[in-house]
Antibody, heavy 121, light 106 residues
Framework: EVQLEESGGGLVQPGGSLRLSCAVSGFTFSSYAMSWVRQAPGKGLEWVSAITGSGGNTYYADSVKGRFTISRDNPKNTLYLLMNSLRAEDTALYYC??????????????WGQGALVTVSS | SYVLTQPPSVSVAPGNTASITCGGDNIGIKNVHWYQQKPGQAPVLVIRFNSDRPSGIPDRFSGSNSGNTATLTISRVEAGDEADYYCQVWVFGSWVFGGGTKLTVL
């Protein structure tokens, strides 16, 4: 069974940093692209960042480019999202999601249960 | 940037058919994927590649895509289908979601 479990969420002050992790099991991690998708309270889904299975290519939404860094440790079956210069508008539930293949240029399935990030003073 | 437009809400009586649209410029040449999200839960993929149902998704769920509109159709709607539904496409290094449609079962 494919499982994704996010951790590392919490309360952080504006301008601060946080690192999310997503531990996965049940599939060959290095063969699949992975993404982070967020959902602000009461709002819709917003794609944040993606990384190919090898880790050789990364992609970012304009809203986080230059502030967030996605990475992965394939031997440890873990995906990361380092978030710097956090703003109030980054407050959201952050989901990690498995891509359709090594490049992930299509759908997400499955998703983790999410990690809540709250940016507030 | 590419924009996907969904109606904020759709209402349907149990047993009837619900259609949720997703509008985008020439969306018919793109692959559209659909997700169902129930309150307090993570999204679940219900349609991939415009009309393909993943394993475990009831055949009451179907999809189509042509011109400037993709459509998710739910036949014989049940109370358990009440949820938010999102369309999604990939556009040259960016993954785009529609704003979501809340399906209410009357």
């Amino acid at each position: 069974e494919v499982q994704l479990e996010e951790s590392g969420g919490g309360l952080v002050q504006p301008g601060g940093s946080l690192r999310l992790s997503c531990a996965v099991s049940g599939f060959t991690f290095s063969s699949y692209a992975m993404s982070w998708v967020r959902q602000a309270p009461g709002k819709g889904l917003e794609w944040v960042s993606a990384i190919t299975g090898s880790g050789g290519n990364t992609y970012y939404a304009d809203s986080v480019k230059g502030r967030f860094t996605i990475s992965r440790d394939n031997p440890k079956n873990t995906l990361y999202l380092l978030m710097n210069s956090l703003r109030a508008e980054d407050t959201a539930l952050y989901y990690c999601a498995k891509g359709s293949d090594g490049y992930g240029y299509s759908w997400f399935d499955p998703w983790g249960q999410g990690a809540l990030v709250t940016v507030s003073s | 940037s590419y924009v996907l437009t969904q109606p904020p809400s759709v209402s349907v009586a149990p047993g009837n058919t619900a259609s949720i649209t997703c509008g985008g410029d020439n969306i018919g040449i793109k692959n559209v994927h659909w997700y169902q999200q129930k309150p307090g839960q993570a999204p679940v993929l219900v349609i991939r590649f415009n009309s393909d149902r993943p394993s475990g998704i009831p055949d009451r769920f179907s999809g189509s895509n042509s011109g400037n509109t993709a459509t998710l159709t739910i036949s014989r709607v049940e109370a358990g289908d009440e949820a938010d539904y999102y369309c999604q496409v990939w556009v040259f290094g960016s993954w785009v979601f529609g704003g979501g449609t809340k399906l209410t079962v009357l």
